[in-house]
């Protein structure tokens, strides 16, 4: 089963659970799976694991946007509400690298692709960003390879 077809039946079974919030973050992803889906030009029922995660990753990055958002304007039921969907998406995707395993990632990348100054951070964010696509920060990467390079 793919991972689209999980997120379909997991819709399926919020329903039944009667998971509103659940059912309404699903939904919200898998509309934007076919968006995504439909501007690649590719066939419309024609949905493969990596524009899933795709999906994803961006859903998760703009609700943490949206709960910086709230937080600033002090809407904190809102916050809350991102909140609960980042951690219902979250789990579809894969397990993060920890600060430990990305520093370690970043300088075994550093050495691999010969990264000698920080002009050559854009290479060794593209290699990393590659192999490791959803299971790191992008921001956490940068600082690494700032400290390293």
Known sequence: MSLFETIQADVIKAMKASENQRRDTLRMV????????????????????????TALLSAVKSRKDSVEQYETAGRD???????AEIEII???????????ETEALVKATIAEVGATSKKDLGKVMKAIMAS??????????????????
């Open 30 to 53: 898998i509309a934007a799976i076919k968006n995504k889906a439909i501007d690649s030009g590719g066939d419309r029922g024609v949905v493969d694991d990596e524009m899933v995660m």
């Open 90 to 100: 979250q789990t579809y995707l894969p397990q993060p690298l920890t600060e430990e």
């Open 132 to 149: 490791h696509k959803g299971r790191v920060e992008g921001k956490l990467i940068q600082r690494f390879a700032g400290q390293h390079l």
């Open 77 to 83: 039921e809102l916050a809350a509400q991102e909140r």
